[in-house]
């Protein structure tokens, strides 16, 4: 995975670059990631998620993933300037976990709001039909995202996705940072790891997967479904 | 055929014993109430092989292998975890506890800071839930090697003989630490067991296992 592709996935409107980046072909210099604004204070998640998991998770956890991700690409475009094709391919696993840990976090602030920016309303339109349709209402389509996102061993998320070749959408789990790319468009996603609830919830992560979808941002959802 | 029951084994340490280096709300939530739910589990999905397994319902008994394998390794991992710490005060942390062990540490690895930096390293590369360990290989010469697992999965393989582990799931540290993982698996050296990691270097596999046996 390379700066090229971020550039074309779906989430590139919220990755954004350094202004060097804005240089693009220009210079040899490519877009660093950086860490996105979220669109709401750290405390406005609350009660469902505390303000401070919010300050961590977005400015230490996520953090992490935009510097360890830069610094694993800027070994890949040193091997690959030396056509060190073992190197290139051994630096593949942290471009995946932290490149993936990036996208996965930038949508996730994303697909959540606060109650009074929209968090928690129900879909409408298109993607409240296909979820209807296909899980037989909203309620349906919560107790079993909860039930996958509960099946989890260990790190991962779980994602409303949809199926580019048939349009159809499901839930699926992604272990540890494995971003929803390829086959599947990503729609909805829940952090499971247990940085995302422990200082909050400990051991009670039931209860942490009932709460979030009062802080979910549907609006965001239905912006990603086509 | 009735499955068998585990159970959840006792400390040999009060919940405080291990700090600074753990929290006494830490290991208080990661025993009773973690390691708990492995052992629960581990229960449900023994009891629903039994039935399969007197139905001769082989689907089923494979469709059961990764709760087995989740839970099952989760009870093992945490329970060798337990024994393999000890409160920073007992003798049973100084490297000296493990003679034997300690020689095969410097001829394979250096020195015993050369071995703890690579551990560490290794610790801090898992990528989401997993555990490091420290692994006598039967099957290679006795060997010893840094190995790292992920989620639950158990050091189990054959030959493979477990001598200390160290969990690096989120939950065994982040009450204490937040996101300085660092920090945790540095001070962790002053609560492993030496003693125990001697006494299962010199042991048998089968050895090592003995105590989930006895908490059947």
Do not use: C
């Not at chain 2, 405080?16 to 009773?32: D, R």
């Not at chain 2, 009450?175 to 050296?189: F, T």
């Amino acid at each position: 995975m390379s700066a090229t592709l971020l550039r074309t996935s779906a989430v590139r409107s919220a990755l954004r670059s350094s202004p060097r980046a804005s240089f693009g072909a220009a210079t040899f210099v490519r877009g660093k990631a950086t860490l996105p604004d979220l669109k709401y204070d750290y405390g406005a998640l609350e009660p469902a998620i505390s303000g401070k998991i919010m300050e961590l998770h977005h400015s230490k956890h996520h953090q992490t993933y935009v510097t360890s991700y830069n610094n694993a690409l800027e070994q890949v475009e040193a091997a690959q300037a030396k056509e060190d094709i073992a190197t290139q391919i051994s630096l593949k696993p942290l471009i995946n976990f932290h490149g993936g840990g990036h996208i996965n976090h930038t949508l996730f602030w994303e697909n959540l709001a606060p109650k009074n920016q929209g968090g928690g309303e129900p879909p409408s339109g298109a993607l409240s039909k296909a979820i209807d349709e296909q899980f037989g209402g909203l309620d349906s389509l919560k107790q079993k995202f909860n039930a996958a996102l509960a099946g989890i061993q260990g790190s991962g998320w779980a994602w409303l996705v949809q199926d580019t070749q048939t349009g159809n959408i499901g839930i699926k789990t992604y272990a540890n940072q494995d971003p929803v790319v390829g086959q599947f468009r990503p729609i909805l996603g829940i952090d499971a790891w247990e940085h995302a609830y422990y200082l909050q919830y400990q051991n009670r992560k039931a209860e942490y997967f009932g709460a979030v979808w009062d802080v979910v941002n549907w609006k965001a959802a239905e912006s990603r479904f086509k | 055929m009735a499955a068998t029951t585990y159970t959840l084994p006792k400390l040999p340490y009060a919940y405080n014993a291990l700090e600074p280096a753990i929290s006494a709300q830490i290991m208080e939530l990661h025993h009773s109430k973690h390691h708990q739910t492995y052992v629960t589990n581990l229960n449900n999905a023994a009891k629903s092989l039994a039935t399969a397994q007197a139905n001769n319902d082989i689907p089923t008994q494979i469709q059961l292998q990764p709760a087995l394998r989740f839970h099952g390794g989760g009870h093992i991992n945490h329970s060798l975890f337990w024994q393999n710490l000890a409160p920073p005060s007992s003798l049973d942390t100084k490297i000296n506890a493990a003679p034997k062990l300690s020689e095969a540490i410097k001829a394979t690895f250096g020195s015993e800071k050369a071995f703890k930096d690579k551990f560490n390293a290794a610790l801090l590369g898992i990528q989401g839930s997993g555990w490091g360990w420290l692994v006598r290989f039967d099957n290679e010469n006795g060997r010893i090697g840094i190995v790292t697992t992920k989620d639950q999965d158990p050091v189990v393989g054959a030959g493979e003989v477990p001598l200390f582990g160290v969990d690096m799931w989120e939950h065994a540290y982040y009450l204490q630490y937040l996101n300085g993982k660092a920090a945790y698996v540095e001070n962790i050296w002053s609560v492993i067991s030496w003693k125990t990691a001697e006494q299962r270097y010199l042991g048998k596999s089968a050895d090592v296992f003995a105590s989930l046996k006895a908490s059947m």
